[in-house]
């Protein structure tokens, strides 16, 4: 790609700022750069994408975030990063599959499927007739469109109108945290709407390249429309004239100008911490510094030989070790993109993604210093969760294994810019805490990614991305 080293102490001036490229900054700078406006997005690391980026060792290419996609095979798809895409004259070839697998405390395994007949089998097998009415009867409510206070609603208020049964109940809230980070009392309904939508409607798929082919489309565009997207380009403070975000400045220095916005892909925290005192109103800053944040995450990246193993191994599987769905290291996702893509991995070997999404807790990594006896030492014991959930899809994984590699909270917060190594704003909607949206108390200063509604999830941050976008307008309005 013809992604830019930023060059020190380099001046200039654009339309609009992009800060950071996950997929909620590149889909603004898409989306504005198809409206006309010249468009840079500075970028802190050595490579795009955010949390959404891939890196490659050895022949194996691993994926450092997302790993369950929708809406790539489709012809007409209304899936916000797909609409992206589409607008911006990008396509990412993708292959559709129908099931996963859960794998519970109890030993069993419950076959998830965007087919509704498999889907209401298990629903069956698992909570009896009741249940599956009870169910149906969800379902049929999700497939009507929202009304008024629905949507500030939690998923829970519509779930605790038409589910009473324990299976159901605990089922409902592990299906929200595997989006969200949080059970179906925090999670927004809206979002719940829009997935069970995606599953059913749409088309459940893998995109071939993984998570690193969407960055690399959404850069394609962003470069073919004029824009550009800088690499080690790290913004040390947003730039206030006049009362409005003018631009930003640059840690290696030089500023970057911008006559129409500066668009915040960074956290709610790590945007605040940009803004110059006095900028915004004092009880603005208080809020966005004290905002909810959901835990961190543990990833176990590995290469192995794949010789012997089923042919029906399945791209994704979800282990739960308790029924307390909430509880730190509890849930472990498992994706083998090599099963669909064989091209992540060198011939008759996988590639696997295992990790701890919203359930690892911060605190116990404070004060531990990268690089050290003590660091390798955690890494070591707070991945164990992962070998044993990968233990119970392939018993013989660690003497498979050819390459393993851990990343923690503090890889998100050094690389990622993740503030605490969060996996995202944890703004409850139980509690009336909605995702705020992209417009800020300062003029010129918008903002998108999981921090902002309608919150986290690929499909949320590329529609955050969109809102942005559309609300800068086209060029010369």
């Known amino acids: 790609m013809a992604t830019q080293r930023e060059e020190r102490k380099q001046d200039r001036s654009v339309d609009v700022v992009v800060i950071g490229s996950g997929i909620g900054g590149l889909c603004a700078a898409a989306i504005a750069a198809k409206n006309g406006h010249e468009v840079v997005v500075c970028e802190s690391h050595t490579t795009p994408g955010g949390a959404a980026h891939g890196f490659e060792r050895d022949g194996y290419h ?41 794998h519970f405390p109890d030993g069993s395994v419950f076959i998830g499927s965007s087919s509704r007949d498999i889907c209401h089998e298990q629903i069956r097998k698992f909570s009896g007739e009741n249940g599956l009415a009870q169910w149906v009867a969800l379902e049929e409510r999700l497939a009507k ?17 038409y589910i009473d049964h324990p299976f159901l109940k605990t089922y409902c809230d592990f299906d929200c945290f595997l989006l969200s980070g949080m059970d179906a009392g925090g999670t927004p309904l809206p979002e719940m709407h829009f997935m069970f939508a995606e599953r059913y409607e749409s088309a459940v798929d893998y995109p071939l390249g993984g998570s690193q082919a969407v960055v690399d489309a959404l850069v394609r565009g962003i470069e073919r429309l004029g824009g550009k997207v800088l690499l080690g380009a790290h913004v040390e403070s947003i730039l206030v004239e006049g009362g409005r975000a003018a631009g930003v400045q640059l840690r290696r220095g030089g500023r970057i100008d911008a006559a129409r916005a500066v668009v915040s892909n960074a956290s709610v925290w790590d945007t605040i911490g ?53 509880a730190p ?35 116990v990594w404070e004060g ?33 294994a050819e390459i393993a590699l851990v990343g923690t909270p503090l890889t998100h917060e050094r690389y990622l810019r993740r503030h605490r190594g969060t996996y995202g704003a ?33 499909p949320a941050v590329a529609m955050s991305g969109m809102v942005a976008a559309n609300t800068i307008g086209p060029k010369g309005r």
């Open 274 to 326: 940009l803004v110059p005192d006095g900028a915004v109103p004092d009880d603005y800053r208080r809020d966005c510094e004290s905002a909810p944040q959901t835990e961190s995450i543990v990833h176990l990246h590995l290469g192995i030989d794949a010789s012997g193993l089923d042919d029906a191994l399945g791209i994704h599987h979800v282990v739960l070790e308790s029924w307390d769905v909430t």
């Open 62 to 102: 691993f994926e450092s975030g997302p790993s369950f996609y929708t809406g790539f095979t489709p012809e007409h798809s209304g899936n916000p990063l797909r609409q992206v895409l589409d607008q911006i004259g990008e396509r990412v070839p993708g292959v559709a599959y129908e099931t996963w697998d859960f």
């Open 145 to 161: 469109p929202l009304e008024g206070e629905e949507y500030v609603k939690p998923y829970s208020w519509l779930v605790d109108q």
């Open 368 to 400: 531990v210093k990268p690089k050290s006896a003590q660091y390798e030492q955690m890494k070591e014991e707070r991945s164990q969760v992962l070998w044993r959930g990968l233990e119970k899809i392939i018993p013989d994984v660690r003497e498979r």
């Open 329 to 363: 290291q509890n849930v472990v996702n498992i994706c083998i993109p090599s099963v669909i893509d064989p091209a992540m991995a060198p011939p008759d070997h996988h590639v696997i993604h295992a990790y701890t999404a919203g359930n690892e807790p911060y605190s």
């Open 426 to 458: 944890g703004y409850r909607a139980d509690e009336g805490r909605m995702f705020p949206g992209a417009a800020t108390p300062l003029e010129g200063l918008l903002c998108c990614g999981d921090s902002t509604m309608p919150g986290i999830g690929v």
